[in-house]
């Protein structure tokens, strides 16, 4: 790995976004401790010591490890109490590293019980969110415009397979439609889902600005989930899909075509003719060469979080410069870096962007042209010209950020 060309200190300063952060994934390990305790949920080790070695590991040995952990933090969050908590801090603990916009996914439906439904779920997590934000903005460096404000939106988390014990939500899908087919079940749960998310957005007035398609691809396409998507895309949600990370470039296809995708979860395998499974594809180098030009030309940004990636695919773990993110970046995509788990993955934006700086030697204006798609792509809760002003006023800090590191990445191209 090459080495740094940007300081950490100037990394950390720089104003950050997180467009793919799962908020049960990024549970602080104190909080964790306290609200298992609290809920009496058994934890494999009550330190945060014993904790790190077990579970939250620095490597796993497979993705299904990997997904261990949300076990315990999803246990420990159902209550609207600990989701506001979890939502608080995660805003707190992103803007403390200078992150100035996030995107706190999850799958509602994991949370319900009882009387405690989908809409009360997002209400608790928005009530964090909203109150992390009032304090934060209540800086009178952000109030007299020497720092930028703080925005943040939810992302619910449709899911490509489920069973019933992964919730009583879901369970109650399978008792009432015993004889539908697995498939069809998924597909109606993910539209009831979406309902949910429009009617928090536009009855309840929630930050709820997208939907997502999370879970195993191989075997579980997201056309299943075609109608929800089309309901989110009649409303004017965001759409985000996890594609092109357990599965090859024919889903990342498929998203955009099936889903009216605006973003693609990792996108990891999008240059990777090994990864076609689709047999009707013969000229898989003709297929990925149209692909990537496609997802380029229609600004279809990319959110790549690097150390989970490396966590999960084998082919990554001993060089990071084997990720696409450079071939990414050499086609023109618009691509953001993203933690995806804080916690599960033990890291933070700075460190995401440290790792990207180091391993695909970014100079200052390429490593400008990723942060801003964070902010450009985002699914800004706001008016487009009140996006437009606080892009330009993150524009403005980042680059007088880089000055005073002696930095001039004010002349020249500007990202597209």
């Known amino acids: 790995m090459t080495k740094p060309t940007l300081s950490r200190d100037l990394i950390a300063r720089l104003p950050k976004s997180d ?12 909080t964790l401790l306290e609200l298992a305790k609290a809920n009496k949920v058994d934890l494999p080790s009550r330190t ?14 497979n993705l299904p490890e990997y997904l261990k952990g949300f076990e ?28 100035f916009y996030i995107e706190m996914r999850f799958a509602p439906q994991l949370h319900v019980r009882g ?7 997002l209400r608790a997590v928005c009530r964090g969110l909203e109150r992390a934000k009032k304090e934060i903005n209540a800086d009178p460096e ?6 930028p404000r703080f925005e943040a939106g939810v992302i619910v988390c449709a899911m490509r397979f489920f069973l019933p014990v992964f919730s009583e939500h879901y369970r109650a899908y399978f008792e009432a439609l015993s004889s539908a087919p697995a498939q069809e079940i998924y597909g109606l749960a993910s539209l009831e889902l979406a309902r949910a998310a429009i009617a928090a957005a536009e009855v309840d007035g929630l930050p709820v600005v997208g939907l997502d398609l999370a879970g195993q691809e191989r075997g579980f396409p997201c056309k299943d989930h075609q109608t929800a998507y089309q309901l989110a895309h009649d409303h004017f949600l965001g759409k985000t899909v996890h594609a092109g990370e357990d599965y090859g470039p024919e889903s990342i296809f498929q998203a955009i075509t099936d ?12 240059f990777s003719q090994k990864h076609i499974r689709d047999k009707s594809i013969t000229d898989k180098k003709a297929y990925i060469d149209k692909l990537v030009r496609y997802v380029a030309d229609r600004r279809i940004t990319l959110e790549v979080c690097l150390t989970s990636n490396q966590q999960t695919i084998p082919e990554l773990r001993g060089d990071l410069r084997k990720h696409p993110f450079k071939k990414m970046r050499e086609a023109r995509c618009s691509v953001t870096l993203c933690t995806d788990n804080r916690l599960v993955s033990r890291t933070t934006m700075t460190d995401e962007v440290e790792k990207a700086v180091a391993a ?20 800004f ?25 002696g930095h001039d990445v004010r002349v020249g191209r500007r990202p597209l």
């Open 19 to 30: 467009l793919h952060l799962h908020l049960d994934g990024s549970l602080r390990l104190e």
């Open 48 to 61: 945060p010591e014993g904790l790190l070695e077990l579970v939250f590991k620095r490597a796993y040995k």
């Open 72 to 99: 315990f933090t999803v246990a420990c969050l159902q209550d609207a109490e600990s989701l506001e908590r979890a939502a608080y801090e995660l805003c707190w603990d992103c803007r403390r590293e200078n992150v």
């Open 115 to 121: 009387d405690f439904r989908v809409r009360d779920v």
């Open 142 to 147: 952000v109030k007299r415009g020497a720092l």
């Open 259 to 270: 889903c009216h995708a605006d973003r693609i979860g990792h996108g990891t395998w999008l």
């Open 360 to 379: 695909f030697a970014l100079d200052p204006r390429g490593l400008k042209d990723v942060l801003i798609y964070g902010f450009k792509r985002s699914f």
């Open 381 to 405: 809760p706001g008016s487009y010209p009140d996006k437009r002003d606080w892009v330009r006023s993150m524009l403005n800090y980042m680059e007088d950020t880089f000055a005073q590191f």
